[in-house]
């Protein structure tokens, strides 16, 4: 997102659907002129191969928020999306659902790449599900003190989200992680977390630690 370049597009409803919480301020701040919707997917799905889009599990389900700087007609891309099969919604405001999606994506995900599991194999475990919870613990507790207003309870209910995906479910950062890509989602689920922790004073020890182990397991793999 950072390396974002497309061409001037005045007009054009864009839908962010990357995993993260930054990404409609990161698209807004280049394509100002541009409709962006503050938005997250729900979908078990990852890079095959150049071109290939693997989707397993359930249908996916899109949610999205409103662009607050402009005065879009919000009935004309409510009215399209509504007539794909994919499951759409369009809320007042999406930061709890985009934060919730992350709660769960970002700790299930750095642990199956710290560790090379499933998504059953992690909650088959004491251990794993209690570090995972942990993590979810800890940006829960930066996000509520930089204003988003979610439930304490949320960092359980990560086990909740996983129990709609397939048990052989291996995130997108494992896969990336595992395969030996130079580009993947470490940053993305890491970097956010720091920088606001550090914004309101909290050290986010948890996600600290276990991005060290995984940039140390991406130096052995190049070694």
Not at 63 to 71: A, F, K, L, P, S
Not at 110 to 127: H, W
Request: charge should be negative.
């Amino acid at each position: 997102l950072e390396d974002l370049q497309v061409p001037y597009l005045k007009g054009t409803v864009i839908i962010p659907l990357m995993n993260g919480v930054e990404n409609a301020r990161i698209v807004s701040n280049r394509l100002n002129e541009s409709v962006v919707l503050p938005a997250c997917v729900y979908v078990a799905s990852h890079v095959k191969g150049p071109g290939v889009i693997e989707h397993k599990g359930a249908d996916g389900r899109i949610i999205c928020g409103i662009d607050e700087q402009t005065n879009y007609d919000y009935s004309r891309i409510s009215n399209f999306l509504s007539q794909s099969p994919v499951s759409f919604e369009l809320l007042p405001d999406a930061s709890i659902p985009i934060w919730k999606k992350f709660l769960f994506i970002a700790s299930f995900g750095l642990m199956t790449a710290r560790f090379n599991i499933t998504f059953g194999e992690l909650c088959a475990s004491q251990s794993y599900k209690e570090r995972a919870q942990a993590i979810a613990g800890e940006i829960l507790e930066i996000a509520i003190a930089n204003g988003v207003n979610l439930e304490t309870s949320e960092a359980r209910q990560i086990f909740d989200v996983a129990g709609a995906f397939p048990s052989t479910t291996r995130s997108s950062l494992q896969l990336d992680i595992h395969s030996g890509k130079d580009k993947n989602e470490l940053d993305l689920f890491t970097d956010p977390i720091i920088r606001f922790g550090r914004a309101v004073g909290i050290r986010a020890r948890e996600v600290e630690s276990i991005r060290a182990e995984i940039l140390a397991l991406n130096q052995r793999s190049v070694l």
